[in-house]
Every structure is written in C-alpha cells, then in structure tokens.
C-alpha cells in the first residue's frame, strides 16, 4: 500500500494535475484507483475471500492495460473524448487480444498473468478445485476459511499484478522516477519496493530508462 501511494506521490511531483495531458490520461486515474482497489483487495485477502481476491487483480490489470491502450493511440484527446473510444472497444477491449494491439514490451508475460487470474476468475477446474468445500456445513454458514495454499497464490499474483501496474505505466510516462524527480529519497523508497517484492518488469524497464540516476538497480530473479 505505501509503495502505490508513493508512486502516485512520484506521478503528481512530476506531472502537476494542470498539465492537460495528464489531467486527461485514462491511466493515471486507473492508477489512483489501484489504490482504492488495493484496500479491497487487502480486505478481501484478511477475510479469505481468495476468489474475490483474484477476480478484483484481474479487473485491475485489465482496466491498466484498456487505459494505456486508450492514453497511448489517443494522448491529447480530452477524457469525453477518450470515454467514447472507450465505449467502441467494449467488445473485444480486454484480455490477451488487447494487450497484443498495444506496443508493450513483455506481452507474453503479462498474458500470462492474465490468464493464471482468469483461470481462478473464471468457472473453470482450477477454480473449482481450489474453491469446493469440505463439507456442506461450509457453504452454509457463508463463512469463508483460512487456506494458506490459496493466500499464497493470491500473494503470488498480487504482487505480479502490482508489478504488470507500475510497468505499464512506466512504459507510457517513463519520467516518473528519472533524475527529474525532486525528492530522491522517496524514490529510493519505491527502488527498494521494487527490489524487495522483485518486480521484474517494473526494474527492467527502470534499467531500460537509466531512471535511477546513479542508484543501482538490480534486476529481480
């Protein structure tokens, strides 16, 4: 949680909300509400409720990744402007085919992800298994039990799904965290965020950027 926070800290430090470009970017209002989400999530995942969990990950990466699609093929349009673009892709505007119509770095592994949330969202057999009571009693209390397997998976993606948010957008305002940034130590914060939850893709493309401005930034294995 403080991590988000201090990213959105970073985004508003580098780019004042006046500045029309940002003010209408889908992606910086997804991010913000990554926080919101983010409570819920942490919520979700202190009552059991693994499920809920992943199926709220899944919305946030697909809502991430519909913003940057939006934000990157229409950067100076107003928000009416892209909210209707929005409307004419409702379709097919989520998922692996929307990650592929995007020029992201990375698409097999955030289509990976996708597809390991989409297989506890979905009715599937993974999901089913991982979801299937002991006994009867357990459907009908309405109570949801600890399963520390199912709290690993969701930390798992949790934090992959983290990861895929920062990443991405990066990719579309990379000067977040470049030399630019007045405070260097709340980026050095946010580094060793990075490097402690290993976030490969987020660290990657901060060595792509050269963003560290002389901090080392190790790559996550």
């Known amino acids: 949680m403080k991590a988000i926070t201090q990213f959105i800290i970073a985004f508003y430090e580098l780019h004042p909300r006046k500045h029309k470009k940002i003010r209408h970017s889908l992606t910086l209002f997804r991010v913000i509400s990554f926080y919101r989400e983010f409570r819920w999530i942490q919520n979700c995942l202190s009552r059991y409720a693994y499920h809920q969990c992943i199926r709220e990950l899944r919305f946030v990466l697909d809502s991430t990744i519909q913003a940057y699609y939006v934000d990157k093929r229409h950067y100076g349009s107003t928000m009416p402007c892209k909210l209707e673009i929005v409307k004419e892709i409702d379709k097919w505007g989520f998922g692996g085919r929307l990650v592929d119509k995007t020029d992201l770095k990375h698409k097999e592994d955030i289509k990976r992800l996708y597809g390991e949330l989409s297989g506890y969202a979905h009715s599937t057999h993974k999901e089913l298994v991982s979801s299937l009571p002991q006994d009867a009693k357990e459907i ?8 520390a397997e199912m709290k690993e998976v969701c930390l798992k993606l949790a934090g992959q799904t983290i990861d895929a948010v920062f990443f991405v957008t990066l990719s579309l305002f990379p000067k977040i965290l470049g030399p630019e940034m007045r405070s260097t130590n709340l980026r050095k914060s946010v580094l060793v965020f990075f ?3 290993k976030c490969r893709l987020t660290l990657e493309k901060l060595h792509e950027l050269h963003a560290s401005d002389g901090i080392l930034v190790k790559h996550a294995t």
């Not at 009908?140 to 399963?147: K, P, V």
Request: net charge negative; aromatic share 18%; charged share 45%.
């Open 195 to 197: 490097q402690k939850h």
């Open 140 to 147: 009908a209390d309405l109570r949801f039990y600890e399963d």
